[in-house]
């Protein structure tokens, strides 16, 4: 992503921390975390992740996973503090 950084992050069990770590940044708005990544982890990250509003977070596919529709209409009700 241009102007943007990233990290990277291989087990999915130290993904919790680093949300808490990223949830400090002030200057963080938007964390992309890859399904083959968050699907081990999911139960634990489901309730940090929906609790919050910012940064907003949000699981894409990677390019060995299967994709699955996105409800779009529930992403902008969360980015704008509604869902």
């Given at each position: 992503m241009m102007g943007a950084e990233?990290?990277?992050?291989?087990?999915?069990?130290s993904l919790e921390d680093e949300i808490k770590n990223v949830r400090k940044m002030e200057d963080?708005?938007?964390?992309?975390?890859?399904?083959?990544?968050y699907d081990p982890v999911r139960e634990r990250l489901e309730s940090v992740i929906s609790s919050q509003?910012?940064?907003?977070?949000?699981?894409?596919?990677?390019?060995?996973s299967e994709a699955e529709?996105?409800?779009v209409r529930?992403?902008?009700?969360?980015?704008?503090?509604?869902?």
């Open positions: 990233g990290k990277v992050v291989e087990d999915p069990y963080v708005d938007l964390v992309l975390i890859t399904k083959d990544l509003t910012k940064p907003l977070i949000t699981v894409i596919p990677s390019p060995y529709p996105m409800d529930k992403l902008i009700l969360r980015a704008l503090g509604f869902g």
